[in-house]
């Protein structure tokens, strides 16, 4: 059974270019949430996707978007990059039926802005 | 709003030690609380969650926390250290036990003495 999955692993972009990053959620799952953790932080909450919506959203400007496609994976956006943007962007799935509360993580994808 | 707040960003113990890792939360509602751990370039695993139920909490590898109200804390122990619980450690909130947005604190980072 794979668990989260996420691509690409690492990437390099310079100032005002976009990016996109992908997830696939463990099997099972329908939600998926993204998170930025920058270096020697904890994460913080971006959005929340279900049912193809976005559910939840946390303090993060419109150039962060994102999309949850029929099959529950996942992809987030961000526009404009800025050098702040440079983090570990990461994946977790849940089964919002299941209530069971926990989060699986995938291992991230680490977003490098020059 | 919810926040955490884990006291120490790194700890050092030696192998066979007590490991103990401070947590204090902020909830205007009874919060949901969770450890996850984070090994080097990987994604978080949940260690353990409290959700209302028994307050002294068995989560995997030998760790466990307890919720005491009083203190508005949620403390990691494990009795006995060992090499491979060298990662960082992250305590966090929610609202509700299938919100899945949790608020992560900025994590305690664990090295162990041989």
């Known amino acids: 059974d794979a668990g989260v999955t996420q691509s690409p692993t690492h990437l390099i972009k310079t100032r005002g270019q976009q990016v996109t990053l992908r997830c696939s959620p463990k099997s099972g799952h329908d939600t998926v949430s993204w998170y930025q953790q920058a270096l020697g932080q904890g994460p913080q909450f971006i959005f929340q996707y279900y049912e193809e919506e976005e559910r939840q959203r946390g303090n993060f400007p419109d150039r962060f978007s994102g999309h949850q496609f029929p099959n529950y994976s996942s992809e987030l956006n961000v526009n404009a990059l800025l050098l702040g943007d440079s983090a570990l962007y990461l994946c977790a799935s849940s089964a919002t039926r299941l209530n069971t509360g926990e989060l699986f993580f995938g291992e991230g994808s680490r977003l490098t802005v020059l | 709003a919810q926040s955490v707040t884990q006291l120490g ?14 947590c204090n939360y902020s909830s205007s509602v009874p919060p949901y609380l969770f450890w996850y751990v984070q090994y080097p370039n990987q994604g978080l695993q949940l260690l353990l969650k409290y959700t209302s139920a028994a307050t002294l909490v068995k989560g995997i590898n030998g760790f466990e926390a307890e919720f005491k109200k009083s203190e508005t804390s949620f403390h990691l122990t494990k009795p006995s250290a060992h090499m491979s619980d060298a990662a960082e450690y992250f305590c966090a909130v929610s609202r509700r036990s299938n919100d899945y947005k949790l608020s992560f604190g900025a994590g305690t ?5 041989a």
């Open chain 2, 109 to 113: 980072t664990v090295t162990v003495r």
């Open chain 2, 9 to 22: 960003s790194h700890v050092s113990v030696s192998e066979g030690a007590l490991v103990l890792l401070r």
